[in-house]
């Protein structure tokens, strides 16, 4: 209950300030805005109203995401064919990559975390290579970001705003996407610690049933 208060509490002084915020912000001379001609504040049209409406668009397909099981057939007719327990944190890295790739980082870390700790943190004596695929698995969900704009609001926000076309942006994002992926790769498949055993009998189970139940 007290919990549920202060939720609210917090939302509405966000709220707030954020209208507040608006007043103290010297609108452009010249508006492309559409409610130029039929509001009288000048806060008021200098919103890029058409921007965050992408922005929230890209917010609702995010929800859409979450809620749905699409997530899981992209991962679980991969994981399935993982025997080790080497091959299975090199799996959560890839997916965690390629999800950020194309539904940006916190999709990618909202799925892949509680999946990594739900298989590899099962397996015995193994602190050393969880921890490793752990933190590898956020550094690609950030890296992996990097090529698209729509994957990250910020960048997104910065394209619609500067009005960037996508070789444009291409051209600054694809060097940087590349020396993420050779930045990755030697963490990845390099840095041993732990020899690499079978994954348990429980654990394959697991991903054997996650998958038939699709």
């Given at each position: 209950?007290?919990?549920?208060?202060?939720?609210?509490?917090?939302?509405?002084?966000l709220?707030?300030?954020?209208?507040?915020?608006?007043?103290?912000?010297s609108?452009?001379?010249?508006?492309?805005?559409?409610?130029?001609?039929?509001?009288?504040?000048?806060?008021?049209?200098?919103?890029?109203?058409?921007?965050?409406?992408?922005?929230?668009?890209?917010?609702?397909?995010?929800?859409?995401?979450?809620?749905t099981?699409?997530?899981?057939?992209?991962?679980?007719?991969?994981?399935?064919?993982?025997?080790?327990?080497?091959?299975?944190?090199?799996?959560l890295?890839?997916?965690?990559?390629?999800?950020?790739?194309?539904?940006?980082?916190?999709?990618?870390?909202?799925?892949t975390?509680?999946?990594?700790?739900?298989?590899?943190?099962k397996?015995?004596?193994?602190?050393?290579?969880?921890?490793?695929?752990?933190?590898?698995?956020i550094?690609?969900?950030?890296?992996?970001?990097?090529?698209?704009?729509?994957?990250s609001?910020?960048?997104?926000?910065?394209?619609?705003?500067?009005?960037?076309?996508?070789?444009?942006?291409?051209?600054?994002?694809?060097?940087?996407?590349?020396?993420?992926?050779?930045?990755?790769?030697?963490?990845?498949?390099?840095?041993?610690?732990?020899?690499?055993?079978a994954?348990?009998f429980?654990?394959?189970?697991?991903?054997?049933?996650?998958?038939?139940?699709?």
């Amino acid at each position: 209950m007290i919990r549920r208060y202060l939720k609210q509490f917090l939302l509405t002084l966000l709220a707030g300030l954020f209208l507040l915020s608006c007043f103290f912000i010297s609108p452009e001379k010249a508006s492309d805005s559409i409610l130029h001609g039929i509001l009288a504040f000048p806060f008021l049209r200098y919103f890029p109203l058409e921007n965050f409406s992408y922005l929230a668009t890209v917010l609702i397909l995010t929800s859409f995401l979450l809620h749905t099981p699409i997530l899981f057939y992209f991962t679980y007719p991969l994981l399935r064919f993982c025997k080790t327990r080497r091959g299975l944190a090199l799996s959560l890295i890839a997916v965690s990559f390629l999800l950020a790739l194309f539904f940006g980082t916190s999709v990618s870390l909202y799925f892949t975390l509680p999946l990594c700790m739900g298989t590899l943190g099962k397996e015995e004596e193994t602190p050393f290579l969880f921890i490793h695929c752990f933190c590898l698995q956020i550094l690609a969900a950030e890296m992996g970001s990097i090529l698209f704009p729509f994957t990250s609001l910020s960048e997104f926000y910065l394209f619609l705003q500067y009005n960037y076309s996508f070789p444009e942006y291409f051209r600054i994002s694809f060097l940087f996407f590349l020396f993420a992926i050779l930045f990755l790769l030697p963490y990845a498949l390099c840095f041993q610690k732990e020899e690499n055993h079978a994954l348990s009998f429980a654990v394959q189970e697991r991903l054997e049933i996650s998958y038939s139940a699709l």
